[in-house]
């Protein structure tokens, strides 16, 4: 706020079972600076246990340079591929597809331009048409919404989600909140 220097984002984590974690950027502080939402990172998720205070690491999500748009790669702390999150042109609305590793789209995501707070996921292994969970942003509060780039999200993962995709439905909130919620004073597509 004083600066106006980017920095490289971090996450708090609250999972439903009562553990919790943390998502922690990596990227180079030029691409930061100048690339600004459009930027590579590698971000790092790692889950803390409650009873033995340890940290796991959990996941490792990659973005490529893009100009337009957005992809990510998921993998799990193996290096194993768990699948892609992509962003889709749309002229109505804001639009994802979530593929799994072998290329198999499972979800996708859409919001409205105009409202474009809350992404609905909807199953592509059934009609597609169905809303089965969803992606929020969440009201911070006056001072946290008007003076930072902090936000808070919640994600309804869809009932019978295997591990795999809510962890795809999770990389998909950070691109989320990369490419419409990183800086408060613009409206992106």
């Known amino acids: ?18 553990y919790r974690g943390f998502a922690k950027e990596e990227s180079n502080l030029a691409h930061r600076q100048f690339l600004g939402s459009s930027r590579p990172f590698k971000m790092k ?5 409650p009873h033995n205070k340890t940290v796991t690491p959990l996941l490792v999500i990659k973005r490529p340079y893009k100009i337009i748009g957005g992809e990510l790669e998921v993998r799990d702390s193996n290096k194993n591929v768990i ?42 292994k059934t009609s597609g ?5 969803r992606i929020k942003k ?12 902090a936000d808070n999200f919640g994600v ?24 419409f919620f990183e800086n408060n004073n613009k409206f992106q597509f």
């Open 129 to 133: 048409k169905t809303e089965v969970g």
């Open 45 to 49: 998720v790692f889950v803390a246990h």
């Open 83 to 124: 699948g892609h999150v992509k962003k889709r042109f749309s002229v109505t609305s804001r639009k994802f597809i979530v593929t799994d590793h072998s290329g198999r789209e499972c979800y996708s995501l859409r919001a409205s331009h105009v409202i474009g707070k809350c992404f609905s996921i909807y199953d592509s």
């Open 138 to 149: 969440q009201w911070s509060g006056l001072l946290q919404e008007m003076y930072s780039d």
């Open 1 to 18: 706020m004083i600066s106006g220097w980017e920095t490289e984002n971090a996450y708090q984590l609250k999972f439903g079972n009562g």
């Open 156 to 179: 309804e993962f869809p009932p019978g989600s295997t591990y795999q995709e809510k962890a795809l439905l999770l990389a998909a909130t950070f691109i989320i909140d990369f490419l």
